[in-house]
């Protein structure tokens, strides 16, 4: 569900019924707290990630004319007319300001955060928020049907099924607003005092409208005194009290990744990072990252030789590191290529002069060990390290570590793996596979956060670089690792909070164990391709190579299958698919890395077989 | 305070009483939910942060080697006369392993989280953690005075003041630990079944011991059949409702981040970072990044002509980004230097082979605009670019975007600002001050988290550079910009939380407005800076050349003080100062960004004064 970014709040209205509480100035400019309720409802929008905010004014438009100057995501527009059209002509006039869906609010509510969080979680497009009964004397009723709105009303009689009252806070999609503009403009001809609400209730029975009731909900309009005393003495306080809960008491919704990574992450992950502010030059902050060094060197068994030098970055700047800091001068690195992250090292090299040998193979077949071979054979002297990717995500093949590294040693070759998606998902030993050099981030396997990523480093083979030439400064590996050595700390600023993400990450990696989380990935891939090959789904790779945390899946070849709109349909229910990348059919990839379950499969396989059947699109 | 991360789990013994409950197996291989209860303690210890945990084995051994080989960062130790000794000589075996403060646990207790939370928090180095009644029948009483645990003895009558029960956890230091093998060793001459109980007891006598007590604490101790039984029908229970809920709620203290950034964010900024697992690649992530980007210009006010370029690194990364991107191979950079990061921009043109002319000045002392334009004139038609620091806070001058720009203008020379920390804590018009590239980070005066940087582009400028030389990728600005405006996305993985957290900034900056940010600083600084003079500090920079976000103290020439031992002092109670690093003088430093108030600089100055009176420095 898209999260809403624009608003319209409607302020053309007087306020008569206020005389005493507030003078000339407009409803919106009550003030209970330390500023006017306009400017509590703008925060909220804001603060609820709201970008734009268009507020129609008219009565004393000029006190809104200043809100404008003073935050520049709101836009004013006056209806010159407002003492002679409804509410409904004030929304008309801002069709050539939105583009998109919106939330359509009153000026004079004060109401909780959890208003705004309910619209936008519901599944419905075009939304109407209704509360329980709060006998204000202004109530406007809604009649509904199932799940619909059938009408609105100030009249209990005139609703046949009671949904809830009116709050004045709705999600309208930009296909109802269309709609609600072409009835309102016939309607004008006749009643130019035509209220929103009635022209809901006229659409509805062309357009399916639907509602979220919340039963207990603070908010409150403020038409006349005794509104206003009960937002004082009541409304407002529970209002700050239910906000201030809200905000470290909020629930999320668990979504189901299968892209590569960034991956599912438990709860417990996503709340580490909630953390007192530090300053990350403290001894305390250095003593965490230090832990995280070398639990992640710990996971690939490389105690005592090994060390792990962290980088605030992407998983592609921690590959940057290692190809620009390594490599020296007067020597090659051989660049295996079976997918786009192979092809990526290779950029990386040109941009930076790095002298390589190029060994391109197309994305979806395995290494020729023979071909490998006869290349180190025939630069012999020439090359210092050869670089690939384990698991190359770009089709889900893996490249054999334990052949590739045997034929390296042979040559007396340094090792550089891209390790990205099968660290802490595929075992390795580092020292049995004569690694130098182990790449990864964060946000793979070991289920934490973006904005970390790693190089594990064989500590001898790293101080052969100290005087090589700085082909960089920010991605320099020696540098950095003795900045770790000498301070403990990195170099730059780290992003604090991914850090104790990660700490808590690895933490339940150990929790799991490799044997647990190795297990429980193989057994995802099987029971996702399992379901796939009833389903009639074809793969890209073969058993033998594959890695078994990446699946691709031919396209089928079918005018019904459309990758976009199935991404959609599954998106919509929970499911995050991804699209193929070049390989040598086209596919579509499911990823089983992160904190998902056998069952989470099992519903995802009933979704796509129901959505298969809905396009009836053949395999 | 410092995050405790070891532990010691004392389970040598036999567990007689449980006989029918759990056969040969020792007390912590009870089993409640779906693992044994030591393997639940040791998820919860881990959990916490724990990185080391020692478990001294005794009865059944065998049991507690098979944990160390699934747990990594499990080691075992065995008391081998656990038969004929009591838990003090237990603990006293640790002591090779230990080598800092601690927690203390028993081998056969369940508790809620909450437990280590509260012993962490604590301001008691030594704290030994107590409870409500609990009517187990095999209680250990607390005798107390003041803050100090006097005793603690299942015989209540032993008791003079109730503290409450002992729950079997305790945070120890590793001075206290020392007191303690050095007490028990002698003990241990006349008596080996000494408890370690009985040993805090009688250390407590010459060291100060204190304690945390929790009335209501879920927890138990399972000795015997009964405590079993209510362990399964009603602690457990508890406990796990506590900790689901603990999650989502965990409350944090609030610290005063006085270094230059990161800075203090609100709570909301930190639990905006709590969102549902999301693919960066979808479009409604596309759309957040969009909304940030257009905001960061939007403070700027370059609107339209400018371009935000994320990158999912420090600060650093960006500036790298800058100077690596724009400056042609034909053309130098001049490099302005008045502090670290002014010398840092000429070490990553050195790396990278950027031409460069470097203006070095002593760090403390303003820029001399006659020298800046005799060198333009000097090297005229030969330097495309000049590069400096706006707010150089290596010692806090601020650098004149005004003045520099129009001599720059003049020379038709494009600039570049590191407004790291200026961005959003000073206005700047990016038009009126004739900038080309704007460089600054998500955790520094927008008060987001650290982990994105970002560059604002003119966006003339920045396709000059479209078939430059590409000296780099990860930080190739042209390129990474292209892919915003093709993708609409980041080019690499970012750094997915930071970003929720950096929209919740920004948002928070709209509310306060520029205005508002800027005085509150302006205010803060004045409060601080009149406040350190009263207690007699000197400042390096005049206020005519001060940015007024940090303020550069010379250090007093007293032998009583000692930065670190004042930093120590300020951090215990919540303040964190800063360094001072290469300025003409020798200084500390204390920025004045992020979300603080006047209230709390007034608090930091009456903490700086007692720490002054208390160690008599002289100023």
Redesign the interface.
């Known amino acids: 569900m898209?999260?809403v970014?624009q608003a319209v709040i409607l302020a053309a209205g007087m306020g008569s019924r206020l005389k005493g509480v507030i003078e000339e100035k407009p409803k919106g400019f009550l003030q209970l707290g330390n500023k006017p309720i306009i400017e509590e409802s703008?925060?909220k929008l804001?603060?609820f990630?709201i970008?734009k905010i268009v507020i129609v004014t008219g009565y004393s438009s000029e006190y809104y004319e200043r809100l404008k100057k003073?935050?520049?995501?709101v836009r004013t527009i006056k209806n010159q007319r407002f003492e002679n059209t409804g509410s409904m002509f004030s929304l008309s006039i801002v069709k050539d300001l939105i583009d998109s869906n919106f939330l359509l609010l009153e000026s004079d509510l004060i109401y909780e955060h959890n208003a705004l969080q309910v619209l936008n979680n519901s599944k419905f497009n075009d939304c109407i928020l209704l509360s329980g009964r709060t006998s204000s004397g202004d109530e406007v009723y809604a009649g509904i049907k199932e799940n619909r709105i059938v009408n609105l009303s100030k009249n209990l009689g005139e609703i046949k099924t009671l949904g809830g009252e009116l709050v004045g806070i709705s999600k309208i999609s930009y296909d109802l607003y269309q709609a609600m503009i072409n009835h309102a403009e016939k309607q004008f001809r006749k009643n130019q005092q035509y209220q929103y609400e009635d022209c809901l209730t006229d659409v509805s029975k062309m357009k399916e409208i639907n509602y979220e009731f919340v039963e207990d909900l603070a908010w409150i309009e403020i038409d006349d005194k005794n509104h206003f005393k009960r937002a004082v003495e009541k409304i407002y306080p529970l209002v700050q009290k239910r906000d201030a809960e809200f905000?470290?008491?909020?629930?999320?919704?668990?979504?189901v990744?299968l892209?590569p990574?960034?991956?599912?992450?438990t709860?417990?992950v996503?709340?580490a990072?909630?953390?007192?502010?530090?300053?990350?030059?403290?001894?305390?902050f250095g003593?965490?990252v230090e832990?995280i060094r070398?639990?992640l060197v710990?996971i690939v068994n490389g105690k005592d030789l090994f060390e792990a030098v962290l980088f605030?970055?992407?998983?592609?700047?921690a590959i940057?590191a290692c190809l620009t800091s390594v490599v020296p001068d007067n020597k090659s690195v051989l660049i295996i290529n079976n997918g786009a992250y192979g092809e990526r090292m290779q950029?990386?090299c040109k941009?930076?002069e790095v002298n390589r040998i190029d060994y391109n193979i197309e994305w979806g077949d395995p290494v020729d060990l023979r071909t490998i071979e006869s290349i180190l054979s025939k630069h012999k002297g020439k090359i210092s390290h050869l670089a690939f990717v384990h698991h190359e995500t770009t089709v889900g093949i893996l490249n054999s570590l334990e052949l590739i590294s045997k034929l390296a040693l042979k040559y007396n070759i340094e090792i550089i793996v891209d390790a990205m998606s099968s660290f802490a998902g595929i075992p390795i030993d580092v020292n049995e596979s004569n690694i130098h050099y182990l790449i990864s981030?964060a946000?793979k396997c070991i289920q934490g956060?973006?904005?970390i990523s790693f190089v594990i480093c064989n500590i001898d083979s790293l101080k052969k670089t100290k005087d090589y030439r700085?082909?960089?400064?920010?991605?320099?590996l020696y540098d950095n690792y003795t900045f770790f050595s000498e301070h403990n700390q990195m170099q730059?600023?780290?992003?604090?909070?991914?850090l104790y993400?990660l700490?808590?990450a690895i933490?339940?990696y150990?929790?799991e164990?490799e044997e647990g989380r190795t297990n429980r990935y193989t057994e995802l891939y099987e029971v996702l391709k399992n379901g796939l090959e009833k389903l009639g789904f074809k793969f890209l790779v073969d058993d033998r190579f594959h890695a078994k945390i990446l699946t691709s899946i031919i396209e089928p070849d079918d005018d019904n299958y459309n990758f976009t709109e199935m991404h959609d349909y599954l998106?919509k229910r929970g499911f995050?698919i991804?699209p193929g990348k070049g390989a040598k059919q086209n596919t579509f990839r499911l990823a089983n890395m992160?904190e998902i379950y056998k069952e989470d499969i099992v519903r995802f396989l009933n979704c796509l077989e129901t959505y298969k059947k809905l396009k009836a699109i053949k395999l």
């Open positions: 898209n999260h970014r703008i925060a804001i603060g990630g970008t003073k935050y520049p995501f905000i470290i008491s909020k629930k999320i919704s668990r979504n990744l892209n990574g960034p991956a599912t992450t709860d417990t996503k709340h990072m909630v953390v007192e502010d530090i300053c990350p030059r403290e001894k305390e003593e965490l832990s070398k639990d710990r605030a970055s992407s998983g592609t700047g940057e950029q990386i941009n930076f981030s946000n956060m973006a904005g700085r082909r960089s400064f920010y991605f320099n730059f600023t780290p992003p604090v909070q991914v993400a700490r808590q933490s339940e150990f929790i164990t998106y995050t991804y992160g």
